[in-house]
């Protein structure tokens, strides 16, 4: 079917389709919408992101609900508030001619109050997210004991963020007779088991394989040490001028500080994750589909609500813990027919987890280079000499050029285009002429080569019976240093003492920060060792009863020495560091 009319749609559907300037059903929308308008069943329909499931189930709902009557005959459920407020808004198109109908949206956040007003005035469909729902009904504050139809919108993702047995409150309030459909990006075996527990031999359908990742969107991936993470971030935007991107964090608090340092350094960023007001949400939001935000740092559940169709790229600056996750942060790229890219920064312990994406997706990976800082330095120059030979004259400056061309009188085509371009040549040149080249080698000699030489091993006085094991004192170390997740590795923990590495660029830092430094009323003492590796680090001798002694502290190898003198002989120079933010101010575009 090609055409929306030939799908059985009423004449009010069809103005709005043709006032929202949709020409084609997508293949989800072919396979669904038919089904749904000729029987009464449950359908179960697995597909990516961005391919109009809304309109899939949308618009059926709308056809069959009687307008007429003010009781609630339509549930929808949604992992967040975002998409939430989404699918309402897209109803309210799909029906401005559906004279009398009422969509509502319930979700946390909001008036309570306001929400309930809402459903009494007469809502036929009822838009919500499961924790927000499950409080109104125990508060008899909605009654949907005779709906018909109810619609498990992402699935996937609501059982992901642990709503199982919301859900299963939720629709024991509804009644057995009612038509259950379930769309999806992935099929999980949670998915199956929700569907097998409250749906009656439901219809199938596939767009694509499942889990299988569109076909508009390329994969990279590109290896990096964990500390430059950061730094490959920059110059992947810096490398794509026009980029319009999501950039996806595992936490609020790293989705916040990379936001931050974003627009410490002049990108236009905004960070969205769930500890910002709905207010903000918002604000945020309208900024991002206005292309006042080119990038938007979230988590997974706050990017659950982003449709925008111009996304160019996606970059997974960590891998999310679900490897199935992979597939939305993917699919908020390459919608509505368009191409887009998804890249993935990773360190070499995690490229493993390539080869498990790629076998979910089923679509391969293209392993790439982080630019260099020259490389970057010609795309900027050409962008720029693009968007000047594309401008068009602006003739309001018609009563400059005379005093314009009198200051270049002396200077000819050819020295002035150099002037002109180095204007925002120079700030990339200066910035990235002494970068260091960031990609680092999958194999494991040649990286630990590099490790070893950058890497700097410490002691520190506590360990098991303190109560830390090798995570809760990485934990430890990282917030009370400020250091991001990387920073921190190699973790030994001992009964009463361990050890843990840092670059070395920190090491400075973290011996002047221990300098007299007292944790639950006792002294904690951090040393250099001299062995930087794993092996060995921190092991006792059997015979002996005793630690290694290229594990011992300097200070108890060598007569007790002060804890000064062994930092000043450890202390490394400045002069070869550089700050990950010092760069030029980027030129915010509007």
């Given at each position: ?177 009612k038509s259950t459909w379930l769309f999806s990006a992935t099929m999980p075996k949670e998915v199956a088991s929700i569907a097998k527990k409250f749906m ?391």
């Amino acid at each position: 079917m090609s055409t929306f009319q030939e799908l059985g749609l009423n004449e009010d559907l069809l103005n709005a389709i043709n006032d929202l300037g949709f020409v084609t059903p997508s293949e989800v929308q072919q396979k669904a919408i038919p089904v749904l308008l000729e029987e009464e069943r449950d359908l179960v329909a697995l597909a990516q992101t961005g391919t109009g499931k809304t309109a899939a189930f949308g618009f059926p709902m709308l056809q069959k609900i009687n307008i007429k009557s003010r009781t609630t005959q339509g549930l929808i459920l949604s992992p967040t508030r975002e998409l939430c407020l989404q699918i309402t808004n897209e109803l309210k198109l799909y029906g401005k001619y559906c004279k009398g109908l009422n969509v509502v949206a319930i979700y946390g956040g909001a008036s309570v109050t306001e929400q309930a007003n809402q459903i009494k005035k007469g809502a036929q469909i009822v838009v919500a997210t499961p924790g927000r729902m499950k409080d109104m009904i125990s508060r008899k504050l909605v009654d949907i004991s005779k709906i018909e139809y109810s619609v498990l919108d992402e699935a996937d993702e609501m059982l992901n963020m642990g709503f199982y047995e919301d859900i299963t409150d939720i629709l024991a309030h509804t009644p057995m007779e009612k038509s259950t459909w379930l769309f999806s990006a992935t099929m999980p075996k949670e998915v199956a088991s929700i569907a097998k527990k409250f749906m009656y031999d439901p219809l199938e359908i596939t767009v694509g394989n499942r889990n299988e990742s569109t076909n508009q969107v390329s994969h990279e991936y590109y290896v990096v040490n964990g500390r430059d993470r950061y730094l490959a971030l920059k110059r992947l935007a810096d490398a794509n001028p026009d980029i319009f991107s999501v950039v996806f964090c595992r936490t609020k608090r790293d989705t916040q500080r990379v936001a931050e340092k974003l627009v410490e350094d002049g990108y236009n960023a905004g960070a969205l994750h769930g500890d910002l007001s709905q207010n903000q949400r918002d604000l945020v939001m309208k900024a991002f589909r206005n292309n006042q935000i080119q990038m938007l740092v979230a988590t997974d559940v706050a990017a659950r609500g982003i449709d925008v169709d111009d996304i160019t790229h996606v970059i997974n600056y960590q891998l999310p813990d679900e490897i199935e996750t992979y597939t939305h942060r993917s699919g908020r790229t390459g919608r509505a027919g368009k191409t887009g890219v998804s890249m993935v920064i990773v360190a070499k312990s995690e490229v493993r987890k390539i080869k498990s994406i790629e076998r979910i997706i089923k679509k391969q990976f293209q392993k790439k280079d982080i630019p260099s800082g020259m490389e970057i330095c010609e795309v900027q120059l050409m962008s720029l000499a693009n968007k000047v030979h594309n401008t068009e004259v602006n003739h309001e400056i018609d009563p400059y050029l005379d005093s314009i061309n009198d200051l270049f009188e002396d200077t000819n085509k050819e020295e002035l285009i150099k002037k002109f371009f180095s204007v925002e040549f120079t700030r990339f040149f200066n910035y990235y002429k002494d970068s260091k080249d960031l990609t680092v080698s999958e194999s494991g000699e040649s990286h630990s080569r590099e490790r070893s030489s950058d890497d700097v091993r410490y002691f520190i006085n506590v360990g098991r019976k303190d109560g830390y094991d090798w995570m809760s004192l990485k934990d430890f170390l990282k917030a009370i240093l400020e250091l991001g997740r990387d920073d921190v590795f190699k973790v030994d923990v001992k009964d009463s003492f361990s050890f843990f590495n840092t670059e070395k660029a920190l090491q400075e830092k973290v011996l002047s920060f221990f300098t007299d430094f007292k944790y639950n009323g006792r002294f904690v003492n951090v040393e250099i060792t001299e062995n930087r590796g794993r092996s060995g680090g921190g092991k006792r001798d059997r015979k002996r009863g005793r630690r290694n002694r290229d594990e011992q502290p300097r200070g108890e190898r060598r007569s007790r020495r002060s804890k000064d003198s062994g930092r000043r002989g450890a202390s490394g120079s400045k002069k070869n560091r550089r700050s990950a933010s010092d760069r030029p101010r980027r030129s915010r575009r509007k």
